[in-house]
């Protein structure tokens, strides 16, 4: 089956930058998507086709994709971005989504 | 506003059944690719199903056979038919507009917590 390999945690000082990576062969060849839950909450879309954000999401959120490997880059860490992150892509070949292992980011 | 409002969810034998309920406001469920995710207690998320607007659905393999969805346009809701329930179909299960085939999901619902226990 697909899976998508991200590490369980990231751990950033507030105002550093945390970049959390999601894997699979040949990745850059497709459109990844990412979200952000807080505790107790629905998941919300922060960055999608690699590196754009829908409305409200603030710029500090940006993406690369690349190789076998995209990035979620989150600058100038707050405490408020304290969270747990998913990538997501869809697989052609099962017409399945599938969502990445998930990454808790701890803002130190 | 655009929401998506599940309900239904609750305490089911294993072997048992259960209906879930998406109702939309601000978007129509009838023009729109709608899809369920859920999330297992402490795990991450797991897409289960879309429906799409000519009513052809996609399942996960873990659900196929079990699970169905239907659209009511009038009512302007999704449902998701669960049959033959597991103990490891146990979450939370969100409902969520999937923006087109192949996509990203932009709008999602608070969820809604299913239980599968003797």
């Known amino acids: 089956s697909y899976v998508l390999t991200q590490p369980p945690s990231v751990s950033v000082a507030p105002g550093q930058t945390a970049r959390i990576t999601c894997g699979v062969n040949?990745?850059?060849?497709?459109?990844v998507f990412w979200y952000q839950q807080k505790p107790g909450q629905a998941p919300v879309l922060v960055v999608y086709?690699?590196?754009d954000r829908p409305s409200g999401i603030p710029e500090r959120f940006s993406g690369s994709n690349f190789g076998n490997t995209a990035t979620l880059i989150i600058n100038r860490v707050a405490a408020g971005d304290e969270a747990d992150y998913y990538c997501?892509?869809?697989?052609?070949?099962?017409?399945?989504?599938?969502f990445g292992t998930g990454t808790k980011v701890t803002v130190l | 506003e655009v929401q998506l409002v599940e309900s239904g969810g609750g305490l089911v034998q294993p072997g048992g059944s259960l209906r879930l309920s998406c109702a939309a406001s601000?978007?129509?469920?009838?023009?729109?690719?709608m899809s369920w995710v859920r999330q297992a207690p402490g795990k991450g998320l797991e897409w289960v199903s879309v429906?799409?607007?000519?009513?052809?659905?996609f399942y996960a393999d873990s659900v196929k056979g079990r699970f169905s969805t239907a659209r009511d346009n009038p009512k302007n809701t999704v449902y998701l038919q669960m049959n033959s329930l597991r103990v490891e179909d146990t979450a939370v299960y969100y409902c969520?507009?999937?923006?087109?085939?192949?996509?990203?999901?932009?709008?999602w619902g608070q969820g809604t917590m299913l239980t599968v226990s003797s």
């Open positions: 969520a507009r999937l923006t087109n085939w192949g996509g990203k999901f932009d709008i």
């Open positions: 601000g978007l129509s469920v009838s023009s729109n690719y």
């Open positions: 429906v799409f607007t000519d009513e052809k659905s």
């Open positions: 040949n990745l850059g060849s497709k459109s």
């Open positions: 086709d690699g590196s």
């Open positions: 997501q892509v869809w697989d052609n070949n099962s017409d399945h989504y599938v």
